[in-house]
């Protein structure tokens, strides 16, 4: 399964070079990942927002995400892959993301 990254390009983070930055890091970490950016989706009371998706897994949504969030997004992205739903049982490696979550949808 594919996992998407999406950023909101209306928010500051979706306009900076992070996307792409993640993106090269997924692609070092072997993870087959798509990031891409969407005109908005509607987080606009708390910008930054990113959402994790997968076919068939748990869909995440964060807010108030950062660049120096990237590390943790990376993380993100490693455990909804390894996950065969998309959940996460321990929250703890996310570091300061985990504050962020604005929801989560089952899959």
């Given at each position: 399964?594919?996992?998407?990254?999406?950023?909101?390009?209306?928010?500051?983070l979706?306009?900076?070079?992070?996307?792409?930055?993640?993106?090269?890091?997924?692609?070092?970490?072997?993870?087959?990942?798509?990031?891409?950016?969407?005109?908005?989706?509607?987080?606009?009371?708390?910008?930054?927002?990113?959402?994790?998706?997968?076919p068939?897994?748990?869909?995440?949504?964060?807010?108030?995400?950062?660049?120096?969030?990237?590390?943790?997004?990376?993380?993100?992205?490693?455990?909804?892959?390894?996950s065969?739903?998309?959940?996460?049982?321990?929250?703890?490696?996310?570091?300061?993301?985990?504050?962020?979550?604005?929801?989560?949808?089952?899959?």
């Amino acid at each position: 399964m594919t996992l998407t990254v999406t950023f909101c390009a209306g928010c500051p983070l979706g306009r900076t070079d992070v996307p792409e930055d993640l993106a090269h890091a997924l692609a070092r970490a072997g993870l087959a990942a798509q990031v891409r950016r969407t005109d908005c989706m509607n987080g606009c009371a708390r910008p930054s927002t990113v959402a994790f998706r997968a076919p068939g897994k748990t869909a995440w949504l964060f807010a108030d995400v950062t660049a120096a969030d990237l590390p943790d997004l990376l993380t993100m992205a490693r455990l909804v892959d390894d996950s065969p739903d998309g959940t996460i049982a321990d929250a703890r490696p996310l570091g300061g993301l985990r504050s962020k979550l604005l929801g989560r949808i089952p899959g």
